[in-house]
Structure formats: C-alpha cells, structure tokens
C-alpha cells in the first residue's frame, strides 16, 4: 500500500477515486504516566511517556486507515493527514484519513 501526503504519486496515474480511508484510537493517560509527567513538567524538558504513547497511536490509526482502504480494494491512499482531538480529560482521539485510490 502506497501512503502519501500529496495528492498525486510521481509515475502513477490515479485511474479511480474510491473514498475516505480512515482509522482512529482513542488513548488515555495512566497514572503511572502522569506521575512522571508532573515530575518532568516541575523540571521541564520532554514529556517521553506521552511522546511513546502518542506514537503509538498514531501508527495504530494509520494502520486502522490501510486497513480500511484495502476493504475498499484501494493501491494507495494519497492526500493523507492526522488529526488529533480531545474527547474527555485526559483521553484524546488522533484520526487517521485519506484517499484510497486505485492506480493503473
């Protein structure tokens, strides 16, 4: 599966337009976590618990998204971004999304 942020992919022609792919998890902090963020956040520097978790997620969403776009029968998904959304203190959704395409 190809997974680009352009619209368009260099010597392929998009021949069909097949839908939104997407993918998306919901993640929540833990207290184990959000005791060493609080230390982290008194001295300052990186928050490394919620960096982990946080790309985490985003591979799960994107992963979720090829997904999806192979039950479309998609060769790639172009234009694709993420987005990141609370849903409840201390939990955030991050979406994946794009356009599964067919190619020639």
């Known amino acids: 599966m190809i997974i680009s942020t352009t619209e ?3 010597n392929k022609e998009i021949t069909a ?3 939104v792919a ?3 998890t919901v ?3 833990n207290i184990g976590r959000d005791f060493f963020a ?3 956040n008194i ?3 990186e928050i490394e618990e919620y960096t982990k978790l946080q790309a985490y997620a985003r591979e799960q969403a994107m992963q979720r998204m090829v997904e999806d776009a192979q039950k479309m029968g998609a060769d790639a998904i172009v234009n694709v971004r993420l987005t990141t959304a609370m849903v409840m203190q201390g939990a955030a959704e991050i979406l994946a999304y794009g356009t599964a395409v067919k190619l020639s």
Do not use: D, N
């Open 17 to 19: 337009v097949l839908g």
């Open 8 to 10: 368009t992919l260099p």
């Open 27 to 29: 993640r929540a902090r």
């Open 38 to 40: 609080g230390l982290k």
């Open 22 to 24: 997407r993918g998306s």
């Open 43 to 45: 001295v300052g520097g």
